[in-house]
């Protein structure tokens, strides 16, 4: 499926106006109108320079762009997740937009997220909209139960957030204290692991990485491992759910809680029945505090764009402050720029906005970022291992001899 190869690319018509193609992933209506109301903006400011908006699927967009790419025919301003850029930019697809991007930009976005999008010390991507995981709970449950209420600033640890699971329900009335939904496990595992200062890919000074399953690697697995093994706090049979499988049976009194991403608080706020009390907490903390990690979702040029001067001065414009406040609250994420998360629309108690713009600090990049063979490690050894593991069905021994004797060869490939 070409999307974007309808007229390949960016071009100019009779009259000498540059016509750019800007693939977009937004989905939700609030998104999609959000893209289309700036994309209109745009057009109506700018007569020498056209933008189309061409709607691209999450689901395909890595393949989609792979053919689009090959066959030159890619759109010249890309939408996608920071975690999907590696390959695209090492294999030539995308402009270098060091010297593309203004300064104002440039500054607005913390070093931290422009790591998501940096390899080989040239910029690939902008980072503008991002998401932590968070705990969506239900409040009179929790206020009933009188366990103690966390929040940014005194947060739960991993041990405490283990107690409170096994108070609030260990399944013996069909009612559990959490629901994991980790059909997909990987992401969730790494990324809710480095606050306690896990990070399993290690990169040495020749620049190859190395997996290394350390004690602190270990923290967040065990923590859901015995929820579900030994406390019998947490749903077994939420293992292989997506997140918004869950979403019946939290709405239905089964679980207390479900960490999701922040942006699910939309289909709830949608979805929940009439009355029902929900809020949102922060994730469990470790010795690194609340860090977590992030892939922001991205805007790139293709490197085979005849203007990506013009495309990055849509980028710019497309991402000015109130510009990103407005995709934020359409997709229901936090956006990366500084000035926008201070805009008070992100910082209201309802739907817990408040909550989550507190956490954008202690963001940080995915550990696998910028590992290369990391799409094969996770789909052939990660996310069986993590799913057995998870499941009771091996232990933590087997689980760390397969994600590193078995990981260290898929990525030694590589990196010859």
């Known amino acids: 499926m070409l999307l974007a190869g309808c007229s390949g690319g960016s071009g100019d018509d009779d009259g000498g106006r540059i016509t750019l193609q800007f693939q977009s992933l937004a989905w939700q209506k609030e998104s999609v109108d959000a893209n289309k109301a ?40 890309i939408h996608d997740a920071s975690d999907d850029l590696a390959d695209f930019a090492y294999g030539g697809y995308l402009a270098d937009l ?40 239900d409040a009179k449950w929790l206020k009933r139960s009188g366990v103690r209420i966390p929040t940014p600033e005194k947060p739960w640890t991993w041990e405490e957030f283990r107690r409170v699971t096994a108070r609030l329900g260990d399944g013996e009335d069909g009612k559990y204290g959490v629901a994991w939904p980790l059909k997909e496990p990987v992401s969730a595992t790494l990324n809710l692991s480095l606050s306690a200062g896990g990070r399993l890919f290690h990169r040495g000074a020749d620049g190859k990485v190395d997996i290394r399953f350390g004690t602190a690697d270990a923290v967040m697995p065990r923590t859901v491992h015995d929820q579900v093994n030994t406390d019998k706090s947490a749903s077994g049979v939420t293992l292989g759910m997506g997140g918004s499988d869950t979403l019946p049976g939290f709405f239905g009194g089964k679980y207390a809680m479900v960490p999701l991403g922040f942006s699910y608080r939309q289909q709830i706020a949608q979805q929940a029945p009439k009355g029902f009390d ?13 860090a977590q990690g992030v892939s922001p979702q991205t805007l790139s040029i293709a490197e085979d764009s005849r203007h990506k001067k013009e495309a990055a001065e849509f980028i710019d414009f497309f991402l000015q402050p109130p510009n990103m406040v407005k995709l934020a ?20 108690d309802k739907d817990d906005w408040a909550t989550g713009t507190a956490l954008a600090e202690h963001l940080r990049p995915a550990p696998a970022q910028a590992v290369r063979g990391y799409p094969e490690w996770k789909d052939k050894v990660a996310t069986p291992a993590f799913q057995e593991y998870y499941s009771g069905a091996i232990d933590l021994a087997e689980l760390r001899e397969r994600l590193v ?12």
Request: aromatic fraction near 8%; charged fraction near 25%; glycine fraction near 10%.
């Open 405 to 416: 004797e078995d990981g260290n060869r898929v990525l030694a490939r590589y990196q010859r």
């Open 98 to 137: 060091g010297d593309l991007l203004p300064e104002r930009l440039r500054s607005d976005i913390p070093e931290r997220s422009w790591q998501t999008t940096t390899f080989g010390g040239k910029i690939y991507g902008v980072p503008f909209l991002q998401e932590p995981r968070v705990l969506i709970a």
């Open 278 to 290: 929900w809020q949102v907490l922060p994730a469990p903390a470790g010795a690194d505090g609340l």
């Open 38 to 77: 700036l994309v209109e903006e745009w057009n109506a400011t700018h007569p020498d320079v056209k933008v189309e908006y061409v709607q691209g699927s999450w689901d395909s967009v890595h393949d989609q762009l792979l053919t689009s790419f090959e066959g030159g025919e890619a759109p010249d301003i």
């Open 329 to 348: 609250r359409g997709d229901w994420m936090l956006p990366t720029g500084e000035e926008a998360l201070r805009d008070p629309a992100l910082h209201t």
